[in-house]
């Protein structure tokens, strides 16, 4: 199995972290990746919509209601314009913009601010 | 109310209509005042004796069954099957059977008629048989085994259908009519003439003016009949249809006032000349009227629950008028079909001697009503003109045109032009008024007005109208049938299809800019998937493809509760070696993987976590296994059993078989899972008749069966063709499973499929075997397209890099989730 593409985390500025390349990423879809945060290692979801608004989101991997971590393998889409993702194992929509279920207002994910710097993807801890 | 309290009611007879009155009954709760006991003379619970002959094309007892006996138990409801009632002691008010006396305060005879059997010297020999029970048409297929000739007597619309199922049984059929032409009830000397043509183009002889004086001995077969000119015609079998007499004689024995010519005679509340009786069905005599049809039963069963439990429904006599098909010919004949009921009726004809089509309407002395009409050939006709017929509309300037030919086909009447009082449904008598208010207090749907009326439930003859007459309803009432797949595209999965089709569209993104708009959901997206790969067939897990796969398509795994996959390879007909068998223990001992036989006659491996699924496919492909789809909706698995290569009943190589079916259509995606089986012998030890896709073995070949299910809504599937050859065999389903890839709705099993198909059985079969769309070399050219694209996709992404930077389960981190847990459960590994 080859990781011949992925960046090791390096952290460059206290906030702003690289957590992988733009190779790393799926056109209109997701991939998993480690955030290293001040509470310790955390799983995070990063969907890459090419050509839209905004590019790129980054919301938790851990899937509330299955409590399973796999939110990154979820279909993304737009539900009345506002991008979300739906979660693979029972289709809850999350918005990408800030985590709210949309199914269930009382739970939401957790996001991050994310963007390009060249072809490194950074995101803001 | 406790039980002594409840009067006691004694139906007799558990046939299609004693069963309809207890259903009519439980309906109503008369259950709370009734202690209701059921007797039959049969040992089979009621059944579907309408589609009776459906038993030789494959149908069992148990699918023409038109309830269980829980249903019984569970309303309290006493059922003695197999105990014939032998007599009605009124005086005591008691019914009697061989094994006692039992009580009632009310009772019911529903037992039907018999079939008439002419009094001719032999008829009493062995081999001379009659058509109406189950038990009937086992002696008739008993006696078939030995005889290769079989004669009907009686050319009605039974000896008809008897004349089918002998030839069904291989036999060098013919029918003897006493009169001068077949169907005299229904048709006149034109219409005898046409039918007969086109029945003895079917290989079936008819002689018609024949009185069969004796049948003695034969020389070259077992029986010879003698008719009334001296002529002779040898044969092994007869089967007597010469008519149905009531079976009047429990109520005649005590006296009950009965028709000159037999029948019990009711009023319009059912009740016999003891209003402690009522009688329904082919037993009772209604305004001197035996009705022999299942519709005027059903309405009797109606009005005699409402006269049990105090209603006012009456029976108010009923139409006569059939549509029916027999083989293969279309016959329908309306009300006063011959004319000579209505004094100063005129008629118009209609006699196509190429196409064998002839049409007669017979209308009122003035021109302006329908008195009746007679069809042969073709009976699209038929619905307009039972409604001209039935609700007295007044008929256009030029009523010819009803039955004239046009290049639109049979002339049709607007939904609107029917008045309230419309009938829509005969066999649960519904009008388009019921339809209609059923759509005011808020039913939104045809499933909803079905289920709220019943309407179409019955020999679901008139779903078309009913179908029309709900849209255009909904639509008077401004409800939008919206049926977009979802907020991105304004059309249904159908119409999705058929532009990627025609347009040619190979990508999503494609689709969504000159069609949709939007990202797309997770609705459309996977059902977009399945229509592209169904038309095209690349690799789903391409570019393209892949952002809109659900995440079991995307990672070619099914994804279990705990974020881990089950890794399926393909078992073609549940075949496998023992080297192949040893590399599946060794990878899951290696993956630590738990391992189980599925009921598709292969073996899962579960609990991979996603970055060993490469490496897992690479031992297994290269151990020469293929992906076995199992998490796509698209070709499962072909069930196979053992077949004639080592079971002694085998009659065809059932294993192999299933295995080129399974090589076929390996790899094709549809609207839902496909499942198939195939059986050696009628045993069926495959289970084929659950399946999507059912093949048996005969004798000859292979009988095919399409639409079943198993899963939470079982379905038994139905028999389409018999005894093919095995090119035929992979033509039709070819056909079929393109026809329902292109038609069905996302995620839409087969079987429900085929229960929304329009048109039903009948339609399906006349598109697929006799290409009534004139679509099945596309369809057949579509299939192969699929099958000459084939490739395992799983080696199709261990070869591409790329593709393999998806099976990370981190891209920046070789570390596995730590959040997935096993524990150990009898010797193997779960989640925990
Ligand atoms: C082959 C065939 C095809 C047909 N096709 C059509 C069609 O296309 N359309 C249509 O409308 N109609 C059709 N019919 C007619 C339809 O089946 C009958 O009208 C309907 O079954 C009548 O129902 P019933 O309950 O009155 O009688 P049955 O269904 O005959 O039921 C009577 C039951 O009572 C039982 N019984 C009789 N005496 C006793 C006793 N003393 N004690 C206990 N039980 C007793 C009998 O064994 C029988 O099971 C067809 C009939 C046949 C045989
Ligand atoms: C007259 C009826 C039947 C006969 C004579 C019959 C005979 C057989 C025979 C000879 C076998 C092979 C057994 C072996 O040597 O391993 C078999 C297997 C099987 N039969 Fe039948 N069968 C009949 C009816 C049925 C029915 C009605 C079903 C299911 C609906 C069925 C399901 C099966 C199954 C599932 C197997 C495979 C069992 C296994 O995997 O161990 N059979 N049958
Ligand atoms: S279906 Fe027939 S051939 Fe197949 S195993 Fe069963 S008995 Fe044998
Ligand atoms: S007319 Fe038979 S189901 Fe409606």
């Known amino acids: ?125 | 109310m406790t039980s002594t309290d409840k009067q006691r009611l004694i139906i007799i007879g558990n046939g299609m209509v004693g069963h309809h009155l207890v259903e009519q009954l439980v309906e109503r709760d008369a259950t709370t005042r009734y202690d209701i006991t059921v007797f039959g003379e049969e040992r089979h619970l009621a059944y579907d004796r309408v589609h009776l002959s459906e038993y030789f094309a494959g149908r069992d007892a148990q699918s023409l069954a038109l309830s269980t006996s829980d249903y019984y138990a569970e309303n309290d409801i006493a059922l003695r099957l197999d105990e014939a009632v032998t007599a009605i002691d009124r005086d005591n008010s008691e019914i009697v059977t061989p094994l006692g006396r039992y009580p009632y305060d009310r009772l019911v005879l529903a037992t039907g008629s018999y079939p008439f059997v002419p009094p001719i010297q032999g008829g009493d020999r062995p081999n001379c048989l009659v058509y109406r029970t189950l038990d009937d048409l086992d002696a008739i297929r008993e006696a078939g085994r030995n005889a290769n000739t079989g004669v009907v007597v009686g050319g009605g619309l039974l000896g008809l259908e008897a004349a089918n199922a002998l030839k069904g049984l291989d036999l060098d059929t013919a029918v003897v009519e006493f009169a001068p032409r077949l169907m005299p009830m229904q048709v006149d000397s034109e219409g005898g003439e046409l039918l007969r043509e086109k029945i003895e183009a079917l290989g079936v002889q008819a002689l018609t003016d024949r009185a069969t004086q004796r049948i003695e001995d034969g020389e070259a077969s077992y029986h010879r009949m003698v008719f009334q000119d001296d002529k002779v015609l040898e044969t092994d079998l007869i089967v007597f249809s010469a008519g149905i007499r009531p079976r009047d004689e429990l109520a005649r024995a005590c006296a009950l006032e009965m028709g000159e010519r037999g029948g019990v005679v009711i009023d319009d509340h059912c009740l016999t000349s003891d209003p402690a009786i009522l009688a329904v069905g082919e037993v009772a005599l209604w305004n001197d009227s035996i009705f022999g049809l299942v519709g005027p039963g059903y309405q009797m069963a109606k009005a005699a629950a409402n006269t049990l439990t105090d209603g006012s429904e009456r029976f108010q006599g009923a139409d006569m008028s059939t549509k029916l098909k027999l083989l293969g010919v279309d016959v329908g004949a309306i009300g006063d079909a011959h004319g000579d009921r209505t004094p100063g009726a005129r008629m118009y004809r209609y006699l196509d001697e190429i196409k064998q089509e002839y049409r007669k309407l017979v209308v009122s002395s003035d021109g302006k009503k329908l008195v009746g009409a007679m069809l042969v050939g073709d009976n699209s006709y038929y619905d307009t003109l039972m409604q001209y017929y039935s609700n007295g509309l007044e008929l256009p300037d030029d009523p010819a045109s009803l039955i004239l030919p046009s290049s639109e086909g049979a002339p049709t009447l607007g939904p609107d032009a029917l008045p309230d009082t419309a009938t829509i449904c005969s066999c649960h008598n519904v009008t388009k008024g019921a339809v209609c208010e059923t759509l005011d207090a808020g039913a939104t749907d045809l499933g909803a007005v079905k289920a709220e009326t019943k309407a179409s439930t019955g020999c679901g003859g008139c779903a078309a109208l009913l179908k029309s007459v709900v849209d255009h309803e909904l639509e008077a009432r401004g409800v939008e049938v919206d049926q977009s797949i979802c907020e991105h595209f304004a059309y249904t999965r159908q119409e999705l299809y058929s532009i990627v089709q025609v347009e040619g569209i190979k990508t999503f993104s494609e689709l969504l800019e000159k069609h949709g708009h939007g990202l797309g959901c997770d609705i459309c997206k996977p059902a977009v998937a399945s229509i592209l790969a169904s038309c095209f067939n690349e690799p789903i897990t391409d570019a393209a493809h892949v952002p809109l796969q659900d995440t079991n398509d995307t990672f070619m795994a099914n994804m279990q509760k705990n974020g881990t996959y089950s890794v399926v390879p393909r078992v073609p007909g549940g075949e496998i070696t023992p080297d192949k068998l040893i590399v599946l223990g060794e990878v899951a001992k290696k993956y630590q993987l738990y391992t189980k036989i599925t009921g598709g006659q292969r073996v899962d491996l579960f609990g991979a976590q996603l970055h060993d699924l490469p490496d897992i496919w690479q031992a297994l492909i290269d151990a020469g296994f293929e992906t076995g789809h199992a998490y796509g909706k698209a070709t499962r698995t072909v069930k196979s059993c053992v077949g004639n290569t080592w079971c002694r009943y085998g009659v065809q190589d059932s294993v192999g078989m299933s295995q080129q079916i399974e090589h076929r259509y390996k790899g094709l995606r549809s609207p839902h899972k496909l499942k198939f089986a195939v059986s050696g012998c009628t045993r069926e030890c495959a289970e084929a008749q659950s399946k999507d896709v059912g093949v048996i073995a005969t004798e000859h070949g292979w009988n095919l069966y399409v639409c079943g299910n198993g899963g939470m809504r079982p379905r038994h599937a139905e028999l389409f063709a018999t005894d093919l050859d095995d090119e035929t065999l992979f033509k039709y389903i070819d056909r079929f499973l393109m026809f329902y890839i292109r038609t069905a709705d996302r995620l839409q099993r087969t079987s429900v499929w085929r229960e929304n198909l329009e048109g039903g059985l009948d339609y399906l079969k006349a598109v697929i075997i006799e290409d009534s769309l004139g679509i099945a070399e596309e369809l057949e050219q579509q299939m192969q397209t699929v099958i000459d694209t084939y490739e395992c996709e799983w080696a199709n992404t261990l070869n591409d890099p790329e593709k393999l930077k998806r099976f990370r389960s981190f891209v920046n981190d070789e570390r596995p989730d730590p959040d997935i847990i096993m524990t150990s459960e009898r010797g193997q590994l779960r989640p925990a």
Not at chain 1, 49 to 54: C, R, V
Not at chain 1, 103 to 124: K, Y
Request: hydrophobic fraction near 40%; charge should be negative.
């Open chain 1, 1 to 125: 199995m080859t990781t011949a593409t992925a960046l090791k985390t390096e952290t460059d500025t206290m906030t702003w972290q690289t957590i992988c390349s733009k190779a790393d990423l799926v056109d209109f879809s997701g991939v998993a990746a480690w955030l290293e945060t001040a509470d310790g290692p955390v799983q995070v979801a990063l969907f890459y919509l090419p050509g839209h608004d905004q590019e790129l989101y980054a919301v938790d991997h851990h899937d509330p209601f299955s409590k399973a971590n796999v939110i990154a393998r979820g279909i993304v889409g737009d539900l009345k314009g506002q991008p979300v993702v739906a979660s693979p194992i029972y289709k809850q929509h999350f918005r990408l913009e800030d985590g709210q279920c949309l199914e269930d207002e009382s739970v939401q994910l957790r996001t991050w601010p994310v963007r390009f710097d060249g072809e490194r993807v950074r995101i803001h801890v």
